[in-house]
């Protein structure tokens, strides 16, 4: 499957990366044929956690010169399977850029690989113009899933009744899904801390997490995954 999928929002603190990490458990649960990378320069909490279990690899969207060529693997890696990419914050102008410096537009459909660009977005003010400047800008030349994260925020107001934004996200056919909240914040700040993949702290044998955590793990990723076969964001997958 020689697809694309950018996992980003442009906003920092809004969950790109927990959104990201949960895709990525996603596949490796369903067994499904996938390939990884991680863009955040700053954070690079998906490849930290993931990288043990899975095929990842680090790049860099960058206006720098010396860096120019850096993303390119992930395209070359997506010519021939699924890859999913984890995009840093104030990603916009270097993700522009990449996509017309080597008129991806173009050679993404000799090449036969679709784009899917997710924006994750906690409904406030600054990440909803970004997500108009990007329907604005990629237009019907990607897939669009808008993830409205209920781990960073609860209301969703401004989004749903914003109409400019819902004629654009009719326009080019946008996908909506609610991404759960896992709760507790103390188990939550120990994957991170311990660079734990979900699957490793849901092991019945680990001392990590006591059941109760364990259970609000299961619970999320079970939500999480049930919004994403309702959305079909993922179902054009191929199994290992």
Same mark, same amino acid.
């Given at each position: 499957?020689?697809?694309?999928?950018?996992?980003?929002?442009?906003?920092?603190?809004?969950?790109?990366?927990?959104?990201?990490?949960?895709?990525?458990?996603?596949?490796?649960?369903? *067994?499904?044929?996938?390939?990884?990378?991680?863009?955040? $320069?700053?954070?690079?909490?998906?490849? $930290?956690?993931?990288?043990?279990?899975?095929?990842?690899?680090?790049?860099?969207?960058?206006?720098?010169? $010396?860096?120019?060529?850096?993303?390119?693997?992930?395209?070359?890696?997506? /010519?021939?399977?699924?890859? =999913?990419?984890?995009?840093?914050?104030?990603?916009? /102008?270097? =993700?522009?850029? !990449?996509?017309?410096?080597?008129?991806?537009?173009?050679?993404?459909?000799?090449?036969?690989?679709?784009?899917?660009? !997710?924006? /994750?977005?906690? @409904?406030?003010?600054?990440? =909803?113009?970004?997500?108009?400047?990007?329907?604005?800008?990629?237009?019907?030349?990607?897939?669009?899933?808008?993830?409205?994260?209920?781990?960073?925020?609860?209301?969703?107001?401004?989004?749903?009744?914003?109409?400019?934004?819902?004629?654009?996200?009719?326009?080019?056919?946008?996908?909506?899904?609610?991404?759960?909240?896992?709760?507790?914040?103390?188990?939550?700040? *120990?994957?991170?801390?311990?660079?734990?993949?979900?699957?490793?702290?849901?092991?019945?044998?680990?001392?990590?997490?006591?059941? /109760?955590?364990?259970? *609000?793990?299961?619970?999320?990723? $079970?939500?999480?995954?049930?919004?994403?076969?309702?959305? @079909?964001?993922?179902?054009?997958?191929?199994?290992?």
């Amino acid at each position: 499957m020689a697809e694309a999928i950018l996992f980003g929002g442009d906003k920092g603190g809004c969950g790109k990366s927990m959104v990201c990490k949960t895709a990525i458990q996603y596949h490796l649960d369903k *067994r499904l044929v996938f390939s990884c990378f991680d863009t955040d $320069r700053s954070n690079a909490d998906c490849y $930290r956690c993931y990288s043990k279990v899975a095929s990842f690899q680090l790049a860099v969207f960058s206006e720098a010169e $010396r860096l120019e060529d850096s993303a390119n693997a992930i395209f070359n890696t997506a /010519i021939n399977q699924r890859t =999913l990419i984890n995009l840093p914050a104030q990603v916009f /102008i270097p =993700l522009k850029n !990449w996509y017309e410096q080597n008129d991806l537009f173009e050679i993404s459909q000799e090449a036969g690989v679709k784009f899917q660009l !997710w924006h /994750i977005t906690d @409904g406030g003010y600054d990440s =909803l113009q970004i997500l108009k400047k990007t329907l604005e800008y990629f237009q019907d030349k990607v897939k669009y899933v808008i993830c409205k994260n209920y781990g960073r925020a609860d209301d969703f107001e401004a989004l749903n009744t914003d109409k400019t934004l819902q004629k654009l996200i009719e326009k080019y056919e946008a996908v909506t899904l609610d991404f759960p909240k896992l709760t507790g914040s103390i188990a939550k700040n *120990r994957l991170d801390a311990q660079s734990l993949t979900f699957g490793e702290a849901i092991t019945p044998n680990t001392n990590n997490f006591d059941l /109760i955590e364990k259970s *609000r793990i299961r619970k999320f990723l $079970r939500e999480a995954y049930a919004q994403f076969d309702t959305a @079909g964001v993922f179902a054009s997958a191929q199994q290992s």
